[in-house]
């Protein structure tokens, strides 16, 4: 099996642009990691070819798991808070930066 790129923050408008033109370039083995919550960004999902979507909180407990010390050619980290208006300093470090849920915040 081909190895796959991950594409974290691939349901928003940017990383799904990503995976669309990863698509024209005939890459299909693509996981996609995302926060959908109540926001509408499943439909950016709804015309692009992909493996999989799996939620960040999950995809970060496989990578501390070792899940993904292999297959994985490509990582393309889009996954982060683009909110301008966003003022918590901890939350952009964690969620932009370290890509970490707050369950797993410290201190």
């Known amino acids: ?3 796959m790129i991950i594409v974290t923050g691939g349901a928003g408008f940017i990383g799904s642009a990503i995976v669309w033109k990863l698509n024209q370039q005939g890459e299909f083995n693509i996981l996609i990691v995302d926060d ?3 926001k509408d960004k499943w439909k950016n999902l709804r015309t692009l ?3 999989d979507y799996i939620d960040k909180d999950v ?3 496989k990578v501390l798991k070792g899940d993904f010390k292999s297959g994985v050619h490509t990582l393309i980290h889009m996954g982060a808070c683009s909110d301008t208006t966003e003022q918590d300093a901890d939350y952009l470090l964690l969620n ?3 890509y970490r849920s707050e369950e797993r915040r410290v201190g």
Do not use: A, T, V
Request: charged share 40%.
């Open 49 to 51: 070819r992909f493996l």
């Open 96 to 98: 932009n930066y370290e």
């Open 1 to 3: 099996m081909r190895e």
């Open 36 to 38: 959908l919550g109540k």
């Open 59 to 61: 995809f970060l407990e």
